[in-house]
């Protein structure tokens, strides 16, 4: 029997384009996360520049810590799925509703939290547009929800904006050298021994392991690449993300001590404050243009992949009488551009009203932000150490454990401060929403695949 190939994937040359589309556009979210996330930790630390690069440091180091075991999920799931396809596989079907319920407030909050940056990029250029804050952000998530309404702007598109972005702040970091080092100040009590200041801060500025997960899931695009293909560009794009987002941090965090640049007042943020101490005015207005951008972005990013998660997850009907999905069939419904309109609809009300009920302030966000997205990835890597363990492997297990202990760690203490309860409850509710509404539709197989499946349709 003659054996079937997989057809001939695209030449060398269009595999090049279509890893820099792929890659640079996936990392857009946990690139847009430097805008805020280094303050968020300043501010936890009560204005201590002395202990923010040592805490952004150990947000780093975690981060690659989960990169190393979701290098190792890409390998096992090279058609996609991420934490919900691991998790599902290995404690059943039913439990991939955990990941796919922190997936969906994360989505919530990457919209809200990358408007409400937006609008303080702006707002930092244009400070008279102060008062306005809150219309602002609102407006932008309504823009951006429209853009959607026109189907995907393209992996091309994020692409650039993600580049951008790097470009200018390499161009800030080099100027920033050729600023006089500002006059030491005293610290500011930071109300506990440093390594305690430091571990309660860092779980804050975790808002840059947001989007880790996505190249697992993202793959699932790459209809054109076979499965080592997929899993080549899933991983490239794992160690791509930490090089661009370690190394902007670490390099933009270094400075803004160095130059001193400390909380900031209202009308302004850190990272706007460091490019205006070491830019000229039209490098400082393209920084900011571009920071903006490239958060609607990530904003647009999540607004394709939320309403498409709901648009996998309704009832469809199949023309041999039987029926597949669980939520109602109005939220597949899509346009002529094959957008999920009334996805994009619930996404925007939601992301609206929680941008609005921060007075349009990323920092008031941030506190939130981190905390679904690590139920996610705490419930992968349980999953990937159970595999190790099953299979013997007792490297990666130990690999899984030790990533598994770090995100507990992190989302335990994330809880001490109140706040973030109030999105890992959200995503647990949503889970068993979603677990009820899958049990009353008889246990529908391929729930851990659902995942993939969205990020396929697109």
């Not at 934490?83 to 990457?110: K, N, S």
Request: aromatic content about 10%; hydrophobic content about 55%.
């Amino acid at each position: 029997m003659t054996q079937l190939k997989s057809p001939p994937g695209p030449p060398t040359h269009r595999r090049g384009v279509l890893l820099f589309a792929f890659a640079f556009a996936v990392m857009a979210d946990p690139v847009s996360s430097v805008a805020y996330a280094i303050e968020a930790a300043l501010r936890a630390l009560r204005g201590d520049l002395a202990l923010l690069l040592p805490t952004m440091a150990l947000v780093v180091g975690i981060v690659v810590l989960v990169i190393v075991n979701y290098h190792q999920l890409v390998a096992r799931y090279p058609q996609g799925g991420g934490a919900a396809a691991a998790t599902g596989e290995a404690f059943g079907e039913g439990t991939a509703f955990l990941p796919i319920g922190a997936l969906i407030v994360d989505f919530v909050l990457t919209i809200a939290i990358s408007s409400a940056a937006g609008a303080s990029a702006v707002i930092a250029f244009f400070p008279a547009l102060s008062p306005w804050r809150i219309p602002i952000a609102v407006l932008l998530v309504a823009g951006v929800a429209g853009g959607t309404w026109f189907g995907h702007l393209g992996r091309t598109v994020f692409a650039v904006m993600t580049v951008a972005f790097i470009v200018l702040t390499v161009a800030v970091l080099v100027s920033a050298f050729f600023v006089p080092v500002a006059a030491a100040t005293p610290a500011p009590d930071p109300g506990h021994s440093p390594f305690i200041a430091v571990a309660l801060a860092f779980p804050v500025a975790m808002a840059l392991a947001t989007g880790i997960e996505a190249p697992s899931s993202a793959i699932a695009q790459l209809g054109q690449l076979d499965d080592p293909g997929r899993r080549r560009f899933g991983r490239v794009t794992l160690w791509l993300t930490l090089g661009v987002v370690g190394t902007s941090t670490l390099g933009l965090t270094a400075q803004a001590v160095r130059l001193g640049i400390g909380v900031p007042h209202e009308d302004t943020t850190q990272i706007a404050e460091l490019a205006r101490a070491a830019t000229s005015t039209p490098v400082f207005a393209a920084f900011q243009l571009t920071t903006a951008l490239l958060l609607l972005s990530a904003a647009s990013s999540s607004f394709q992949a939320g309403p498409g998660l709901f648009k996998a997850l309704a009832r469809r009907h199949h023309p041999d009488g039987t029926s597949t999905g669980i939520l109602p069939a109005w939220l597949g419904r899509t346009n002529s551009h094959h957008t999920p309109y009334w996805g994009v609809v619930v996404f925007m009300a939601a992301a609206a009203l929680v941008t609005a009920a921060a007075g349009g302030r990323d920092q008031e966000l941030v506190l939130f932000y981190a905390a679904s997205v690590f139920v996610s990835f705490f419930a992968g890597l349980v999953a990937m150490a159970r595999f190790s363990w099953r299979d013997r492997r007792f490297g990666f297990l130990v690999i899984n454990c030790a990533g598994a202990v770090a995100v507990a760690f992190t989302l335990a203490v994330n809880l001490t401060r109140g706040d973030p309860v109030v999105s890992i409850a959200a995503a647990v509710l949503i889970a068993a929403a979603l677990y009820g509404l899958w049990v009353r539709s008889g246990r529908p197989r391929g729930i851990r695949n659902v995942a993939a499946e969205t990020e396929g349709d697109g």
